[in-house]
């Protein structure tokens, strides 16, 4: 006997843990998750599930990880305007109360998590630049003398004229 069809709706599930489907992946056809608490849907959740879901009636965060998790499922075609934001990483924008699939046709939710990512390469870059900078400097400062004393004894010896 083959489990094709799961319907967990109803049942105040706020959470999927990590690997929830595992060994359904081949068998399993639909998912039924409506009507919970789910506001965060992580991609490791469903551990490579792909199948029809019903994701309709949950107070949804959209968020990178939702945007992320949505392209594994393939939502049930009525109920795409009913998955809603509820919160969002865009509050802003006017995202909250406007369905997901109208949100992730405009906006990247991602590009935050990005665009911190770039800024923290820019600062790590910019204090190994300052780095290298006053190390160079340290030197030269410190060698100075040094540098001084050679240059004089290359002047005191006697060239060659060609």
């Not at 009507?35 to 968020?63: E, F, K």
Request: hydrophobic share 45%; proline share 4%.
């Amino acid at each position: 006997m083959v489990l094709s069809d799961l319907d967990l709706s109803h049942n105040q599930l706020s959470v999927l843990e990590v690997g929830c489907f595992r060994g359904l992946s081949s068998s399993l056809r639909f998912l039924d998750l409506s009507s919970n608490q789910l506001s965060s849907l992580d991609p490791a959740s469903l551990g490579g599930l792909r199948v029809q879901a019903n994701l309709t009636h949950n107070p949804w965060h959209c968020d990178c990880k939702l945007q992320v998790s949505m392209p594994q499922l393939d939502l049930d075609p009525s109920s795409l305007a009913e998955v809603v934001c509820h919160t969002s990483d865009l509050p802003d924008l006017g995202a909250v109360g406007v369905p997901f699939v109208m949100l992730a046709e405009d906006w990247d939710l991602c590009l935050s998590l990005r665009r911190t990512t770039d800024v923290a390469m820019l600062v790590t870059m910019f204090v190994w630049f300052s780095m290298v900078i006053a190390y160079l400097v340290y030197y030269v400062r410190h060698n100075q003398e040094d540098a001084r004393r050679h240059m004089e004894y290359l002047k005191s010896l006697p060239s060659r004229q060609v």
